[in-house]
């Protein structure tokens, strides 16, 4: 994204439309552009609770005030609106002196989703989709992150998978069948490929998956295996799969 590469998300529902990833991003929009209101309307109801007619009734508001939507908010006769705006306020001045990964904490503290941080059954996915924004926000230069929100909220359309002239981004689960002139095999480190701590059968699955995305490359195979990787938002260190070992691909590591 920040090198202006064309990318497709291949099959399955693109992942800056899910509704907890949309109002990540939405919430930044509002904060750095207080009169958006298209990014005001994608996060104000997130708790479900308030009614239709009040939003109209705030909007007609907004409309004849010359102030922006957080002051706006916190002169409304509506104390729900209210405490939204000076939470929004709030977030907002602490941004210039806070870090990406204290950006982000706040913003998720805002709209409720710390709830999500439990990662349990019933949450993960979203706990997994948060995650992973997570790891990627932090990594953006914190005066790039404007123009990174911005081209989010501009392209943050489902993606045709049949599209040409970009580079597919997929998983090796959604790899299978499929064949790509050049392939780029990215995260093939021990504790990722294959996970910790897993069972014998679990490992024997694990060793098909990674011989799957070895084998989707017709003619060129780029295999990453990065010394550090952010996971959940924590700076870790990794070594190389044991799978590369075993196929010879890659020596012993020390």
């Given at each position: 994204t920040n090198n202006k590469i064309p990318y497709q998300i291949y099959g399955g529902h693109p992942f800056f439309s899910y509704k907890e990833?949309?109002?990540?991003?939405?919430?930044?929009?509002?904060?750095?552009?207080?009169?958006?209101?298209?990014?005001?309307?994608?996060?104000?109801?997130?708790?479900?609770?308030?009614?239709?007619?009040v939003l109209s009734e705030f909007q007609n508001y907004?409309?004849?005030?010359?102030?922006?939507?957080?002051?706006?908010?916190?002169?409304?006769?509506?104390p729900t609106f209210?405490?939204?705006?000076?939470?929004?306020?709030?977030?907002?001045?602490?941004?210039?002196?806070?870090?990406?990964?204290?950006?982000?904490?706040?913003?998720?503290?805002?709209?409720?989703?710390?709830?999500?941080?439990?990662?349990?059954?019933?949450?993960?996915?979203?706990?997994?989709?948060?995650?992973?924004?997570?790891d990627l926000i932090i990594n953006v230069n914190k005066s790039d992150t404007l123009a990174f929100i911005n081209e989010l909220m501009l392209n943050n359309e489902p993606i045709n998978s049949s599209q040409d002239g970009c580079v597919s981004l997929l998983t090796v689960?959604?790899?299978?069948?499929?064949?790509?002139?050049?392939?780029?095999?990215?995260?093939?480190?021990?504790?990722?490929?294959?996970?910790?701590?897993?069972?014998?059968?679990?490992?024997?699955?694990?060793?098909?998956?990674?011989?799957?995305g070895i084998t989707r490359a017709m003619e060129r195979l780029y295999i990453y295996s990065s010394e550090i990787h952010y996971?959940?938002?924590?700076k870790k260190s990794f070594l190389p799969s044991s799978f590369l070992i075993e196929s010879g691909l890659f020596g012993e590591v020390d």
């Open positions: 990833i949309k109002a990540i991003i939405s919430t930044y929009a509002l904060l750095f552009n207080p009169v958006d209101w298209i990014a005001f309307s994608n996060i104000y109801n997130i708790s479900g609770r308030i009614e239709a007619l907004y409309k004849t005030t010359n102030k922006n939507i957080f002051e706006s908010l916190m002169t409304f006769n509506n209210v405490n939204m705006g000076f939470n929004l306020k709030a977030i907002q001045e602490h941004m210039q002196f806070a870090t990406q990964e204290q950006i982000f904490n706040m913003i998720l503290e805002y709209l409720g989703f710390n709830k999500y941080i439990k990662e349990n059954s019933k949450q993960k996915e979203k706990y997994d989709r948060i995650m992973a924004f997570k689960h959604r790899a299978k069948g499929l064949e790509f002139k050049v392939v780029f095999f990215i995260g093939v480190n021990e504790g990722i490929i294959p996970p910790l701590k897993i069972s014998a059968e679990a490992l024997d699955e694990e060793r098909r998956i990674c011989y799957v996971i959940n938002g924590e």
